[in-house]
C-alpha cells in the first residue's frame, strides 16, 4: 500500500501562507490564506483561502491542506504548475 504525501502544516502559522491546487478548478490554482475561522475553544477549524487571479474566497478544513496530492506549498508551488 503507498503513503500519500502529505505536507507538515502548523495551522498557527498558515496565515498568509501560499497555496497551489494541484487539480484547478475554473482555472483556479494558485491560493494564500487570509483568515482563521475558530471553534469555540478557540481551535482553528477552517482557513479562509482567497485566489490570487480573481479575490474569489472560499472557506476550507485546513488538515485538506495536509495531501501533497491536491495541494503544494510555498513560494515555488506558485511557479512548479505552470
Known amino acids: 500500500m503507498t ?13 498568509l501562507s501560499k497555496w497551489t491546487a494541484t487539480k484547478p478548478c475554473n482555472k483556479e490554482k494558485h491560493f494564500f490564506v487570509t483568515r482563521f475561522i475558530r471553534n469555540e475553544q478557540e481551535a482553528i477549524v477552517e482557513c479562509i483561502l482567497e485566489v490570487v487571479v480573481s479575490h474569489r474566497e472560499f472557506a476550507l478544513d485546513w488538515h485538506l491542506l495536509k495531501d501533497a496530492s491536491s495541494w503544494l506549498q510555498g513560494k515555488s508551488a506558485l511557479t512548479a504548475l505552470n
Do not use: G, S
Open 3 to 15: 503513503e500519500q504525501p502529505t505536507n507538515a502544516i502548523n495551522p498557527e502559522k498558515l496565515l
